[in-house]
């Protein structure tokens, strides 16, 4: 069973303040995804990474970064946090094994609320 | 880039009785369709995907078609019950590229 997890199921922090939220796989997968999902806009893309120290930006990367120096484990990082970054951030992994793609797996979720 | 679009937002229906979700999306290259099913406090959980040389799959009481001329797909669930309350995401992507996903469908199953 494909499994990725999340470090947080909820963390409450200030504003300015530096977040990290970890996601972990264990299916040896190549690409991971950061979304973050806000009612009515359905999952919206931040950053991914086809592989070890690669990532690209996504639909919505301001004021974010991540980083990726294990296969198993991407991070997201909020540099500064504001308000308007409370949302719910899903991690999801992705295998190479598919054709034409293999499906995402995604984590439980980290709900982020921001004071 | 692509967009999806899912239509309806609600939908409530009453157990057993079918359920059908609808996306339509832009570009005509995409070529995977996955469906995602998010139970309260959890992460989306594909349910069902159909990739672009087939128009219709099916996995028990779930079903997908898929007109690529009209760029639009289905999601059907039959004989529903209430353990099918959920959101409903669907999502396109071309090749090994982004998913794209449709803003969800709050189903509501009452007995």
């Known amino acids: 069973d494909v499994k990725v997890t999340q470090s947080s199921r909820y963390l409450v922090k200030r504003t300015g303040e530096k977040v990290f939220l970890e996601c972990v796989q264990d299916?040896?997968?190549?690409?991971m995804f950061w979304y973050r999902q806000d009612p009515g806009l359905g999952l919206r893309l931040i950053y991914f990474?086809?592989?070890?120290?690669?990532?690209e930006k996504g639909d919505i990367p301001e004021g974010y970064s991540v980083s990726r120096e294990k296969k198993e484990r991407f991070s997201l990082i909020l540099e500064s946090a504001s308000t308007n970054q409370t949302s719910m951030y899903l991690c999801?992994?992705?295998?190479?094994?598919?054709?034409?793609?293999?499906?995402?797996?995604f984590g439980p979720g980290t709900r982020l609320t921001v004071l | 880039g692509e967009n999806v679009e899912q239509h309806p937002s609600t939908l409530s229906v009453q157990e057993g009785d079918s359920a059908v979700i609808k996306c339509t999306y832009s570009?005509?290259?995409?070529?995977?369709f996955p469906w995602y099913k998010q139970e309260l406090g959890k992460g989306p959980q594909l349910i069902i995907d159909?990739?672009?040389?087939?128009g219709e799959k099916k996995d028990q009481r779930i079903a997908v078609t898929l007109n690529k001329t009209a760029k639009h797909f289905s999601l059907h669930i039959t004989e529903t019950q209430p353990e099918d309350s959920a959101v409903y995401f669907c999502?396109?992507?071309?090749?090994?590229?982004?998913?794209?996903f449709g803003a969800g469908t709050q189903v509501v199953v009452t007995p």
């Open positions: 999801a992994s992705r295998g190479l094994a598919g054709d034409p793609a293999d499906t995402q797996y």
């Open positions: 299916m040896d997968h190549e690409n």
């Open positions: 990474s086809y592989d070890v120290k690669m990532k």
């Open positions: 570009d005509s290259a995409s070529n995977y």
């Open positions: 159909i990739r672009s040389n087939v």
């Open positions: 999502a396109a992507s071309r090749g090994w590229g982004k998913l794209q």
